[in-house]
């Protein structure tokens, strides 16, 4: 999922336009945070700066920039003289990154509802039809593919786009990266989260009726439920050790479909 630019209405990472690779540069940072966020490439695996300069046929000090970048944000972890390596899952990081995202999208849903922008309440709307479609249905069997992730982030975003801050949306970015991995993780059907399948249409109407009690009641209702089936089902398929840090695991449902697989090769 490519994010957004710097003028966008939710924020994006700005490169620097001096940099002579910064295109390229740019290019493998999108590569490697899709990548990690999808767990293609998964929690822990080495990455070294020989590897990805075949794989992707760059130079070294782009990769070297691309990885600094991603630390940056948390999804690389740099170990000393060792090199890196994707950042590690765990299910307490899990929570607290719950804690984190609620946090901030009631701050910035406050400040959306406060304002009330006309254009604001016109995104919404569209994003509310976009994602109601393809919103989870009881029984519905799909994987959660990458259409459904654009339109959810999409509906997210709008809803808390009344305000431009950069900064805050940058780290909303982030956060919605780790996010995403938890819940590729172990959300492989979207019936696994059919319980949330009115939240969407319901915070938008409190939200656009000025509502902020409301709205937020039902944007933390709405986080903390699919925490909590993600939290299940990292327990239930084992998925966790004793330690709490997540493992890499190939999970089959009952008709012997794999629903979940990563590899730490």
Not at 95 to 106: Q, S, V
Request: proline letters at 4%; glycine letters at 6%.
């Amino acid at each position: 999922m490519k994010r957004s630019t710097s003028n966008s209405p939710v924020g994006g990472k700005a490169s620097n336009p001096g940099a002579p690779d910064s295109p390229i540069r740019d290019r493998l940072v999108e590569d490697l945070r899709e990548g990690i966020r999808t767990l293609r490439l998964p929690p822990a695996m080495k990455l070294t700066t020989e590897h990805l300069r075949k794989r992707f046929a760059v130079s070294q000090s782009s990769i070297r920039e691309a990885l600094s970048a991603l630390c940056g944000e948390g999804l690389i972890e740099r170990e000393s003289r060792r090199g890196f390596r994707v950042k590690s899952m765990s299910v307490q990081d899990f929570r607290d990154l719950t804690e984190m995202r609620i946090a901030l999208e009631i701050v910035l849903l406050g400040q959306a509802i406060e304002l009330a922008r006309p254009r604001w309440k016109v995104e919404l709307a569209s994003a509310l039809r976009a994602i109601l479609p393809n919103d989870h249905r009881v029984g519905d069997a799909r994987p959660l593919d990458a259409t459904w992730e654009v339109d959810h982030r999409r509906f997210h975003y709008a809803l808390l786009d009344g305000y431009r801050a950069p900064i805050q949306h940058r780290f909303l970015d982030t956060i919605y990266d780790q996010f995403d991995r938890y819940r590729t993780l172990s959300i492989p059907r979207r019936a696994f989260l059919a319980n949330t399948a009115t939240d969407h249409q319901e915070m938008s109407e409190a939200a656009i009726a000025g509502d902020l009690e409301r709205a937020s009641q039902i944007l933390t209702r709405h986080i903390r439920d699919t925490s909590r089936a993600i939290q299940m089902n990292i327990e239930t398929w084992g998925l966790a050790e004793r330690t709490g840090n997540i493992v890499a695991k190939v999970i089959e449902d009952g008709d012997g479909q794999m629903v979940v697989a990563i590899t730490t090769e």
